[in-house]
C-alpha cells in the first residue's frame, strides 16, 4: 500500500487577502440576489461573528476600515 502525500501550496499575504475579498465579495453577491430586499445575518452564523469581531478589533484600534474607493477602486 502506497502512502499519498497532500500538496503543498504557499500563497503570499497579499494573495491570499485578495483572494478572501474575492471569496467574501462573491458570497454576499449571492445572498443579496436571494433575499434583495432583506439582508440579515443571524446572530451565531459564522459570517456574523466575523463581523462582531471586526468591529471590536476596529473600535480597539486594531484594524483600519477602508473606504469604498480604496477597496474596489471606483
Do not use: N
Not at 42 to 59: F, N, S, V
Amino acid at each position: 500500500m502506497s502512502q499519498s502525500t497532500s500538496p503543498t501550496v504557499t500563497i503570499a499575504l497579499d494573495e491570499l487577502e485578495e483572494l478572501i475579498r474575492t471569496v467574501v465579495r462573491e458570497e454576499l453577491a449571492w445572498a443579496i440576489t436571494r433575499e434583495p430586499k432583506l439582508f440579515q445575518l443571524e446572530p451565531g452564523t459564522p459570517l456574523y461573528q466575523d463581523m462582531e469581531e471586526i468591529l471590536q478589533r476596529k473600535a480597539q484600534g486594531h484594524i483600519k476600515l477602508y473606504s469604498h474607493d480604496e477597496v474596489w477602486g471606483d
